[in-house]
């Protein structure tokens, strides 16, 4: 059973506009999430994370919220640019444990 | 320059030959991971050290062996590769004794054939 799921596959999104990506969970006591970002042939990058005691955290273009009623986090990228074309995993994580990721969103920036 | 050193970066291996992806990360951390990526699947941990000595299973262990006898090196043995071992796995670190809370670093990538 999927603790943490990315429901898109893939995403398409026009240059200069809005993407969002977003990611649901199923274990409430789960309490850091964070967004990696994947270009082919390289290891995930940090981008962007938040604790549970928030409910948004923004850096730069980037933008995480979380809805802890709701198991749900998104990311938005505004405005999008075509060097973010890329896989994004979430990954949510409690305690001392790992991470858990899901499946990823491959985002598509279109000219 | 901080990073996170995955070898080798592609092996092809046949069934039975035992092998061993190596990792070392300069930057002292103490949690140390590693994952598997699949099609379809995203990420799934196999394996993670909170310090040396210290190492314990994650969602996928089974067919893999690890060891953390120092700090910087975390090595993912595969005693008897199997097929279903193709895979890209990557390693990964982060500071603090509760890794999650940190940010992860990623090596670059070993990508494993087994036939």
């Known amino acids: 059973d999927q603790q943490v799921k990315q429901n898109s596959p893939s995403l398409s999104v026009q240059e200069g506009r809005i993407s969002i990506l977003n990611c649901d969970y199923t274990?409430?006591?789960?309490?850091?999430f964070l967004w990696y970002k994947k270009y082919p042939a390289e290891g995930p990058t940090f981008l962007i994370s938040?604790?549970?005691?928030?409910d948004k955290n923004e850096d730069g273009r980037f933008t995480v919220f979380l809805n802890k009623s709701a198991k749900h986090l998104s990311l938005h990228i505004v405005p999008s640019q075509p060097g973010d074309s890329a896989v994004y995993f979430c990954a949510v994580g409690g305690g001392a444990d790992g991470l858990t990721f899901g499946k990823g969103t491959h985002l598509i920036i279109q000219p | 320059e901080a990073q996170v050193t995955q070898n080798p970066r592609y092996l092809i291996t046949v069934t039975g030959k035992k092998l061993t992806v190596t990792c070392s990360q300069n930057?002292?951390?103490?949690?140390m991971s590693w994952y598997r990526q699949d099609p379809g699947l995203g990420l799934r941990q196999i394996y993670y050290?909170?310090?040396?000595?210290?190492?314990d299973k994650g969602d996928v262990p089974e067919g893999y062996k690890v060891s953390r006898k120092e700090k910087r090196n975390f090595p993912l043995i595969l005693e008897s590769p199997s097929p279903n071992q193709t895979s890209l796995y990557f390693c990964a670190s982060s500071s603090g004794t509760s890794g999650i809370m940190e940010t992860q670093y990623f090596g670059p990538g070993t990508r494993l054939l087994v036939l």
């Open positions: 050290s909170m310090n040396v000595e210290v190492t």
């Open positions: 274990n409430s006591m789960f309490d850091y």
């Open positions: 938040i604790s549970s005691i928030k």
């Open positions: 930057m002292n951390h103490e949690y």
